[in-house]
Nanobody, 125 residues
């Protein structure tokens, strides 16, 4: 399998936008974006399954959007209205088990099988 490689991270001021990208794992049942803030556990931010059903962490609903371009096999995370508390290392992730359905309904329990190396997002106030 090809490694998951993220791109698009960077530094922005609060209120700004960034778009993260990741070469998709087309064998996966669902893919997602996770983040890990200093001193905290990694958490799922957004999940997208093969039926285009999405799930979002409450704190990013209405601001973040996950999508996939099948022609380019690329997963995106559009992040708008960024806040300093969004500062974290963001990881692209893939899962190919039936747990995807559970994770869609229980995003706080999500723990995928494969992760990328991560890309840093820093939001200044």
């Amino acid at each position: 399998q090809e490694p998951l490689v993220e791109s698009g991270g960077g530094s922005v001021q609060a209120g700004g936008s960034l778009r993260l990208a990741c070469v998709a794992d087309d064998s996966s049942i669902c893919m997602g974006w996770f983040r890990q803030q200093p001193g905290k556990q990694r958490e799922a931010v957004a999940i997208l399954d093969n039926n285009n059903i999405t799930a979002y962490l409450d704190s990013v609903k209405g601001r973040f959007a996950i999508s996939k371009d099948n022609a380019k096999s690329t997963l995106y995370l559009q992040m708008n209205s960024l806040k300093p508390e969004d500062t974290a290392m963001y990881y692209c992730a893939a899962e190919n088990s039936a747990l995807c359905e559970y994770y869609i309904d229980n995003i706080h329990d999500a723990d995928f099988r494969r992760y990328g190396q991560g890309t840093q997002v820093t939001v200044s106030s």
